[in-house]
Structures are given as C-alpha cells and as structure tokens.
C-alpha cells in the first residue's frame, strides 16, 4: 500500500521503506559481527516486530534461532497502560543462550525494561534490545538499546509493523498518523 492510498490518514512520512531496509542491513551486519560464534536467540515482540524481524533476520549472515513473545502495555489507545501483560509466551528454553529482542519502538520504556528483566531472570546469558525506532523524549524508564534504528519525535507513529486499533501494520513505511483519527 502507497501513501496515496491512504487519503489524509498520514501526516508525513517519518522512515522510508529504503531508509528502513539499508538501517536493518547495518545492524545486521553489526550483530553479526557482534554475536560472531556466540548461541544467538532473537526474541520477536510480537504483533510490532513482526515486519522488523522477518526483514531484519533475513539480513544477518548466519544460523539464528527465533522466538517470538507478545506483550503488551497498550489497550486501544495511543498511550502505554503501565501494566505489562504476557500475551504469549517463549516456545524456547532460554537457559544460559544469548537473547536479541527484536523490537518495533522503545517509546516509554516500561514494556522493554521489564520484559529485559523477565528473560534475564530465566537465565539468560545476555539480553540485549534492537529497535527499529526509538523515541528518548518519551522515555520515562531508561532502557539500553544496543541498536537502535531511528530517533523520532515522540509523535503517534505507523506502519511497518506499528498500528492503531490493529490497522496500518502492512504499511512498507513508518508515518505520523493524523490526529483526526484517534483524537
């Protein structure tokens, strides 16, 4: 779906879908890089990480396994709850490997630091956060992020991944949705 497409639904686009694939392919090849040897893990937050991860893990040079958690801070709204629910859980044994959380946005903090903090305490060897987007004026709990794809301002963003009332997800760019629809 283009930016046609959707009428005046989107203010501006903030990451391009090029701008979003080279910034992944760099990471990857940090990661890479990085992790050289080690048993790597990536932990997808679902429903968010979804695009992320696919186009993220296909970049990387190497076996990986992959996992995927839901949780959740939000309900139907365009702000965190404060209150994270696991939603769906591991499938893996995380005991002494690894983890990369793969994440759509670091925008709060409260979501990443205590789901940091869950897979730490199951034995995880390391845990670190790789996050397409990231909004430190937001940020009302420090989270590390070891990569980091973009800063933005902390404005009510879509696409690739991201939504609002579960629309938006299948957009190829990220945008500024239009305060007429959730205001």
């Known amino acids: 779906m283009d930016l046609s497409a959707l009428g005046n639904d989107i203010e501006r ?16 090849a940090q990661v890479n890089k990085d992790y050289e040897g080690r048993d790597l893990i990536l932990v997808g ?3 968010g990480a979804i695009m992320a991860m696919a186009d993220f893990s296909r970049h990387l040079q190497r076996h990986v396994d992959m996992d995927w958690m839901a949780v959740s801070s939000y309900g ?8 994270v629910r696991i939603l769906k859980d591991l499938d893996s044994d995380i005991l002494g490997r690894e983890v990369l959380i793969v994440e759509d946005i670091l925008d709060t903090g409260l979501t990443l630091s205590w789901l940091t903090e869950n897979l730490l305490s199951r ?3 390391s845990v670190s956060v790789l996050t397409v987007l990231r909004k430190p004026d937001a940020a009302t709990v420090k ?7 973009f800063d933005i301002p902390s404005e009510f963003v879509v696409g690739y991944g991201l939504d609002f009332n579960q629309k938006y997800r299948n957009l ?6 239009a305060k007429h629809l959730y205001s």
């Open 13 to 28: 686009v903030v990451v391009s879908e090029e701008q979003i694939q080279n910034r992944l392919k760099e990471l990857a």
């Open 45 to 47: 937050v679902l429903k």
């Open 76 to 83: 139907a709204g365009t702000k965190s709850s404060g209150v």
């Open 123 to 125: 034995g995880a060897k």
């Open 143 to 149: 989270v590390e992020a070891k990569y980091v794809g």
């Open 172 to 177: 190829p760019f990220i945008g500024v949705l």
